[in-house]
C-alpha cells in the first residue's frame, strides 16, 4: 500500500538531514515541497532525482488532488520549506486528506525550530505551548497573547524580523516583562541567542533581521497578580462614572499585570 511520509528537513544547516530522511526522498516516487527552489538545494547537495511538486498554501483543491492521485500510484513524500511538515505550514492540510483516504502516513522526524530553540533557551521545556505565527494586527496578536497570559507553561513563537518589534512590545504589554530566550537564524552561519528579559530583547533588536524563535517564559504562580478587593472598586468606579469598558480594562491590565480577559470578566460582574 503506498504511504505518504512526512519528512523533516534541515532549518539551516543542510548536515542535519539525518540517514533515513535521505533514503526516503530518494525512494519515493514524487516529493510534495512547499518551497520548490530551497528544497532543489537540498536535493542537489545529496544528488537527489526524485520528481518535485509543489504544494503551498496557495496550491487550491486542484493540487491537493493531483498529489492524492500520486500517492495511489506510489509512494509519496511531503517537506515544507524547513522543518517538520504541518507545524504552521500548510503540509497539514495534505496529510488530513491523505488520512480520510485511508492512506498510510508515516513521520520521518528530524530538525524542528521548536525544540531547538527549547532546547537552547535555558527556560524550562517541560511543558510548553507553540502558537506558530502571531496574528500581524495588533489587536488581534493582543488577544492570542491574553488568552494564554496565565499559563504556566513555556510559550514557543515564530516571528518574521518586520514584526519583531511590535511582537516584543505587546508581548510586555499583555505578558509583562518576562524572561525570553529570542533565537535567530538557528543553525546557520549568522546564529544568536540572546537571553534575557523581553524589555532587554526589544533594545538587543533594534534592527533585526533573519528568522526568529521566541521561548518565553510562563507565569509563574507567585508572580501572578490577583483581583483584589481595591481592584473592583476601581473598576466599578469607572464604570459609574461612564468610561467605556475598554479603556477602563485597558488602564487597569497596564497598573496591575491583569490580564485583560479577566478584568473584563469581572466588569461585567459589577452592578
Given at each position: 500500500?503506498?504511504?505518504?511520509?512526512?519528512?523533516?528537513?534541515?532549518?539551516?544547516?543542510?548536515?542535519?538531514?539525518?540517514?533515513?530522511?535521505?533514503r526516503t526522498l530518494r525512494e519515493v516516487k514524487l516529493?510534495?515541497?512547499?518551497?520548490?527552489?530551497?528544497?532543489?538545494?537540498?536535493?542537489?547537495?545529496?544528488?537527489?532525482?526524485?520528481?518535485?511538486?509543489?504544494?503551498?498554501?496557495?496550491?487550491?483543491?486542484?493540487?491537493?488532488?493531483?498529489?492524492?492521485?500520486?500517492?495511489?500510484?506510489?509512494?509519496?513524500?511531503?517537506?515544507?520549506?524547513?522543518?517538520?511538515?504541518?507545524?504552521?505550514?500548510?503540509?497539514?492540510?495534505?496529510?488530513?486528506?491523505?488520512?480520510?483516504?485511508?492512506?498510510?502516513?508515516?513521520?520521518?522526524?528530524?530538525?524542528?525550530?521548536?525544540?531547538?530553540?527549547?532546547?537552547?533557551?535555558?527556560?524550562?521545556?517541560?511543558?510548553?505551548?507553540?502558537?506558530?505565527?502571531?496574528?500581524?494586527?495588533?489587536?488581534?496578536?493582543?488577544?492570542?497573547?491574553?488568552?494564554?497570559?496565565?499559563?504556566?507553561?513555556?510559550?514557543?513563537?515564530?516571528?518574521?524580523?518586520?514584526?519583531?518589534?511590535?511582537?516584543?512590545?505587546?508581548?510586555?504589554?499583555?505578558?509583562?516583562d518576562r524572561r525570553i530566550a529570542v533565537c535567530r537564524?538557528?543553525?546557520?552561519?549568522?546564529?544568536?541567542?540572546?537571553?534575557?528579559?523581553?524589555?532587554?530583547?526589544?533594545?538587543?533588536?533594534?534592527?533585526?533581521?533573519?528568522?526568529?524563535?521566541?521561548?518565553?517564559?510562563?507565569?509563574?504562580?507567585?508572580?501572578?497578580?490577583?483581583?483584589?478587593?481595591?481592584?473592583?472598586?476601581?473598576?466599578?468606579?469607572?464604570?459609574?462614572?461612564?468610561?467605556?469598558?475598554?479603556?477602563?480594562?485597558?488602564?487597569?491590565?497596564?497598573?496591575?499585570?491583569?490580564?485583560?480577559?479577566?478584568?473584563?470578566?469581572?466588569?461585567?460582574?459589577?452592578?
Amino acid at each position: 500500500m503506498p504511504v505518504l511520509y512526512i519528512v523533516a528537513t534541515p532549518i539551516g544547516n543542510l548536515e542535519d538531514i539525518s540517514l533515513r530522511a535521505l533514503r526516503t526522498l530518494r525512494e519515493v516516487k514524487l516529493i510534495a515541497a512547499e518551497d520548490t527552489r530551497k528544497t532543489r538545494r537540498l536535493l542537489n547537495r545529496y544528488e537527489i532525482k526524485t520528481p518535485l511538486t509543489s504544494f503551498h498554501e496557495h496550491s487550491g483543491h486542484a493540487r491537493l488532488t493531483q498529489i492524492l492521485g500520486h500517492i495511489e500510484e506510489g509512494d509519496v513524500a511531503l517537506v515544507s520549506e524547513a522543518g517538520m511538515p504541518g507545524i504552521s505550514d500548510p503540509g497539514y492540510e495534505l496529510v488530513t486528506a491523505a488520512i480520510h483516504q485511508g492512506v498510510t502516513v508515516v513521520p520521518i522526524p528530524g530538525p524542528s525550530a521548536v525544540t531547538a530553540a527549547l532546547a537552547v533557551s535555558g527556560l524550562s521545556a517541560e511543558r510548553f505551548s507553540c502558537l506558530g505565527f502571531l496574528p500581524g494586527r495588533a489587536n488581534a496578536r493582543q488577544r492570542v497573547l491574553e488568552s494564554i497570559a496565565g499559563d504556566p507553561a513555556t510559550i514557543v513563537i515564530f516571528e518574521a524580523p518586520h514584526r519583531l518589534t511590535a511582537s516584543l512590545s505587546d508581548i510586555a504589554e499583555v505578558l509583562g516583562d518576562r524572561r525570553i530566550a529570542v533565537c535567530r537564524e538557528l543553525t546557520k552561519i549568522h546564529e544568536e541567542v540572546f537571553r534575557g528579559t523581553v524589555s532587554q530583547a526589544a533594545a538587543h533588536f533594534a534592527g533585526p533581521r533573519g528568522e526568529f524563535t521566541l521561548v518565553i517564559e510562563g507565569r509563574r504562580e507567585q508572580d501572578r497578580p490577583q483581583i483584589t478587593g481595591d481592584i473592583e472598586r476601581q473598576l466599578r468606579d469607572m464604570r459609574l462614572s461612564g468610561m467605556p469598558a475598554k479603556e477602563a480594562v485597558a488602564i487597569v491590565a497596564g497598573e496591575t499585570g491583569l490580564s485583560r480577559r479577566e478584568l473584563y470578566r469581572t466588569w461585567l460582574r459589577l452592578v
